[in-house]
C-alpha cells in the first residue's frame, strides 16, 4: 500500500515540477486547431483552445502544487506562533475567546466562503492564498495549542523558567520545536485538504485567471468538449485524483506506522 | 431526570447564536472587506453613473452598522433583498432551487450511511486482515480525490466509454434515476472513508472492550454480541463525524451540481458568485451556513440523546 502511495504520489509530483522543464521539447505545432484527436504531433489531442494536451499535462501541474505549498506556509506560519503564543498566555479566558472567534470561521465550508469572496469580486491569487490559508487556522492553532500544553511538556518548562531563560526561548523557541512533529504530520493531512479545496476554486472559476495553465483551469475551460477531447479532461483530472489521494494514503500509511493519530 | 432536555435547550440556544453570528460573518465578508463593493462588482470599465446606482441599491452609500442594521431586519422578517441579475426577491430563488438539492443530498446521505457502516463493521471485525487493510487504504485515498476530477473519471467510464449513464442532466427531471447515478455516486464515494473509518475505529474498540469479553465468555452467542452491543457501541461515536460528512456533502454538492449541470443551490450558488449578483451570494452563503448549523445542532442532539444510555448500561 504505501509503494502504491508513493507511485500515486510521485507521478504527479514529477510532472508538476520536472514538467515545465519538458514541455519545451515537444515539437511545436505550425498551425495549432482545436480538438484534434491523438497522433503523432499532439499524443494526447488538443484542447478546445488548440492547445497541445501533453504540453497542458506537463505545465499545469507546477500552480497546483506552489499554490498547496504558498497556503499551507501561510497557515503554519500565522497559526505555529498564534496557537503557541495563546498556550503561553496566562489570561486562558483570553486563549479561549480567540479560540472561539476563530472558530467561527468554520460555520461556513472552506469552499463557500471562497465563493463569497469571489461573488464580491475579491478573487485572484492573493485572495485564494489567504482564504485557503485563514479557513485552516482554527484547526492549526488548535493543534498546536494542545501539543504545547502537553502534560509531558511541563516539567521542562518548568525547569527552563527556574533557569531564568527568556519567555521567547521557552515559549516559542524551544516550545515550538517540542510541537513541530505533530505539525508536520498535521501539514502532510492537510496538504491533500487544501489541495483539494484550490483545485475546487479553480475549477469553479473563482480561483486563478483563466490565462494561468492550471490542471483545475483547464478542465473547467474543456468542461464542454468531454465527447470531443475527452483526454484535456480526463488526464488532468487523473493527475489531481493521483496527487491529492496518494498524498492521503501515504500520510495514513506513515501515521499507521509510527501511531500517530491523523 | 431534567438534565437531557436543559443540554437540549443550551444546544439550541448555541444553535442560535451561531446563526446570529452567521448572518454577521456574511455582511461582514460581503459589505465590510476592503475595496468598494459597487466598483469590483461592475469592473474598470463601469461608468460613475453605474457605480452610484449599485451603490444605491447594495446600500453601500450607507454607514455599515445601518446598513446591517437593515439586513438583519430585512432577514428577521424573510426578506433577503432582491436579485441584481433577475431581480426577483433572493428568498423565492433559494426556495426554487431547494428542491433538487434535498434530493441529491438526501438520496447521497442515504445511501452513504448504510454502506459505511457496513464497511466499518466488516473492517472493525477483522483489524488487521485484508479487507481491512483494501477499505481502509481506499477510504484514504478517495476521500481526499477533488470531486469534480472524481466526476469526470466516472463520466469518462460510464457515460462516455459505457454509454450507460448520462453525462449531465442536460436539463432533464431529477426524478428520472439515470440522472441521479453519477452525482450520488461522486458524493458517496467522496465523503464514505470519513464516516466508515470512524465506525471502524469505534467497531475495534468496542469489540475489544472489557464489557464486550465479558459477554462472550459468558457464552451470549455472536450475533447477539454484535448486534446488540458491539454495534451501539461502535456507531455512537461515528454520529460526531456524520456531522463533518454533512459538512463535506454542501462544499461537494456545489461542485457536482455545477458538474453535471444541476438545477439546484449550489449550481445557483456559483451563478450567482459568477454574476457578482451579490444580494443572492448573501442568501445563498446564508442558506449554507445554517443548513451547518442545524445539522451539526441535529448530531448534538442525537449524540446527546444516546450518551446517558450508554453511560446506565456499561
Redesign the interface.
Do not use: E, K
Given at each position: 500500500?504505501t509503494a502504491?502511495?508513493l507511485l500515486?504520489v510521485g507521478v504527479p509530483l514529477v510532472l508538476a515540477l520536472a514538467g515545465p522543464l519538458l514541455a519545451p521539447l515537444l515539437a511545436p505545432d505550425a498551425e495549432p486547431s482545436p480538438l484534434r484527436p491523438p497522433g503523432p504531433v499532439h499524443l494526447l489531442g488538443t484542447d478546445a483552445l488548440g492547445r497541445d494536451v501533453l504540453q497542458l499535462a506537463l505545465t499545469g501541474g507546477t500552480t497546483v502544487v506552489l499554490l498547496t505549498a504558498g497556503a499551507l506556509a501561510l497557515t503554519y506560519l500565522a497559526g505555529v506562533p498564534l496557537g503557541l503564543a495563546l498556550a503561553a498566555t496566562s489570561h486562558r479566558g483570553l486563549a479561549a475567546l480567540s479560540q472561539r472567534a476563530l472558530d467561527?470561521?468554520l460555520?461556513?465550508?472552506?469552499?463557500?466562503?471562497l465563493?463569497?469572496?469571489?461573488?464580491?469580486?475579491?478573487r485572484g491569487i492573493g485572495w485564494l492564498l489567504a482564504a485557503a490559508a485563514v479557513v485552516q487556522l482554527p484547526a492549526v492553532v488548535r493543534l498546536v495549542r494542545g501539543a504545547a500544553a502537553a502534560p509531558a511538556r511541563r516539567v521542562a518548562l518548568e525547569t527552563m523558567m527556574l533557569s531564568g531563560e527568556p519567555w521567547w526561548r521557552i515559549h516559542l523557541l524551544e516550545t515550538g520545536r517540542f510541537v513541530s512533529g505533530a505539525v508536520l504530520v498535521d501539514a502532510g493531512t492537510r496538504a491533500?485538504?487544501v489541495?483539494?479545496l484550490l483545485?475546487?476554486a479553480n475549477?469553479?472559476?473563482?480561483g486563478l485567471p483563466p490565462d494561468v495553465v492550471d490542471w483545475?483551469v483547464v478542465?473547467e475551460q474543456n468542461?464542454a468538449s468531454?465527447?470531443l477531447a475527452?483526454a484535456a479532461?480526463?488526464v488532468?483530472?487523473?493527475l489531481?485524483?493521483s496527487l491529492?489521494?496518494?498524498?492521503?494514503?501515504l500520510v495514513?500509511?506513515v501515521a499507521d506506522r509510527t501511531g500517530a493519530v491523523t | 431526570m431534567h438534565r437531557p432536555w436543559r443540554r437540549g435547550v443550551r444546544r439550541i440556544g448555541v444553535a442560535g447564536v451561531a446563526l446570529g453570528v452567521a448572518s454577521v460573518l456574511v455582511f461582514a465578508l460581503t459589505a465590510l472587506l476592503p475595496g468598494e463593493t459597487a466598483e469590483i462588482v461592475l469592473g474598470p470599465e463601469a461608468t460613475d453613473e453605474q457605480v452610484q446606482r449599485l451603490r444605491a441599491e447594495l446600500g453601500t452609500d450607507r454607514p455599515a452598522v445601518e446598513r446591517f442594521a437593515d439586513w438583519a431586519a430585512g432577514l428577521v422578517r424573510g426578506d433577503l433583498g432582491n436579485s441584481l441579475v433577475t431581480g426577483r426577491p433572493v428568498l423565492e430563488e433559494l426556495t426554487h432551487r431547494l428542491g433538487a438539492t434535498v434530493l441529491l443530498g438526501g438520496t447521497a446521505l442515504l445511501v452513504t450511511v448504510p454502506l459505511a457502516v457496513g464497511i466499518g463493521v466488516l473492517a472493525g471485525r477483522r483489524p488487521g486482515r485484508p479487507v481491512d487493510r483494501v477499505s481502509t487504504g481506499v477510504a484514504a485515498a478517495l476521500q481526499a480525490a477533488p470531486e469534480f476530477a472524481l466526476g469526470l473519471l466516472l463520466v469518462g467510464l460510464f457515460s462516455l466509454q459505457l454509454g450507460w449513464l448520462p453525462a449531465t442532466a442536460g436539463g432533464g427531471s431529477l426524478l428520472t434515476p439515470a440522472v441521479l447515478v453519477l452525482p450520488v455516486a461522486v458524493l458517496v464515494v467522496s465523503q464514505l472513508g470519513r464516516l466508515s473509518r470512524q465506525v471502524r475505529l469505534g467497531v475495534v474498540q468496542a469489540d475489544r472492550s472489557p464489557h464486550v469479553t465479558h459477554l462472550r465468555r459468558l457464552g451470549l452467542t455472536e450475533r447477539v454480541v454484535l448486534t446488540r452491543h458491539v454495534l451501539p457501541g461502535g456507531i455512537a461515536p461515528a454520529l460526531q463525524q456524520l456531522a463533518r460528512v454533512s459538512d463535506g456533502m454542501l462544499s461537494g454538492v456545489v461542485v457536482v451540481e455545477a458538474l453535471f449541470a444541476l438545477p439546484g443551490v449550489g449550481a445557483g450558488f456559483v451563478r450567482a458568485v459568477q454574476l457578482r449578483d451579490v444580494p443572492l451570494v448573501q442568501g445563498y452563503a446564508l442558506l449554507f451556513a445554517a443548513t451547518t448549523i442545524v445539522v451539526n445542532l441535529m448530531v448534538d442532539l442525537v449524540s446527546a440523546r444516546l450518551t446517558p444510555v450508554r453511560e446506565e448500561n456499561p
Open positions: 500500500m502504491l502511495a500515486l467561527m470561521l460555520i461556513l465550508p472552506s469552499l463557500l466562503l465563493m463569497v469572496l469571489a461573488g464580491t469580486g475579491r491533500a485538504l489541495l483539494t483545485a475546487s475549477f469553479l472559476g473563482i483545475a478542465i468542461t468531454l465527447f475527452p479532461l480526463l488532468p483530472a487523473g489531481l485524483i491529492a489521494a496518494g498524498t492521503n494514503l495514513d500509511r | -
